[in-house]
């Protein structure tokens, strides 16, 4: 029996994917050199100001088109679309049917909880997590704490996964089980391996025999 009663996943790159093609098509029509809004917009201190809450997304995205000298295609980078990944959200649903709690901690900003709307991620986790409003980014401990202290939770009863190697430190420096993420096969193999029934290779489920049983008349 495992002693782990949560999995907390990242969000950028685990949940939802932002595509690169978008960003090219807005700096080609903008006429920028590939690379310039994120060389900017992802250098510190700007990205740590953003992402814990010193400075609003607003903020943020002004300041990207000033130092670009481009504000209107700041502007386009700001709503470009993102894609949820339903293979992650079935494996969600699946782990939450199962008892176990699901939350989400991300290095975001002010935006995060509008756009996670958009696609019910509220109805299908537990918690959702947001560096901005913790005040601390992964990978420094204290945004783990926070989530323990709110999940009432220690470090060894949650498994943490995140598309960032180097994002698992501070849960590992609490006794976290981690996981670094490519793939949702990949990350179905490493909860088995911690204890966790999740469904693999076509595997049946004590969840999946209980849908199949409400099919049936």
């Known amino acids: 029996m495992t002693d782990i009663r949560a999995v907390l996943f990242d969000l950028d790159g685990v949940i939802r994917h932002f595509h690169p093609e978008h960003v090219e098509a807005i700096e080609h029509a903008h006429d920028l050199a590939s690379g310039t809004i994120e060389a900017v ?48 959200l079935d494996l969600v649903d699946e ?25 019910g991620l509220h109805d299908r986790v537990d918690a959702v997590f947001s560096s901005h409003e913790i005040g601390f980014t992964k990978p420094d401990v204290r945004a783990f704490r926070h989530v323990l202290d709110a999940l009432d939770l220690d470090g060894p009863e949650v498994f943490f996964t995140d598309d960032s190697e180097r994002k698992l430190g501070g849960a590992i420096e609490l006794g976290m089980p981690v996981h670094h993420f490519t793939g949702v096969d990949g990350l179905r193999a490493a909860l088995r391996s911690s204890g966790i029934d999740v469904r693999i290779d076509g595997d049946r489920t004590a969840l999946d025999q209980a849908l199949a049983t409400k099919l049936v008349p």
Request: glycine share 10%; charged share 20%.
């Open 95 to 119: 782990l939450r049917a199962a008892g176990c709690t699901t939350a989400v901690l991300t290095n975001g900003t002010d935006g995060v909880p509008a756009e996670v709307a958009t696609f």
């Open 41 to 88: 917009a992802f250098a510190a201190p700007l990205i740590d100001e953003v992402t814990t809450g010193r400075i609003t997304r607003a903020e943020w995205l002004r300041v990207v088109g000033d130092r670009i000298g481009n504000p209107a295609a700041a502007e386009a980078w700001g709503r470009q679309p993102f894609t949820p990944d339903a293979e992650v």
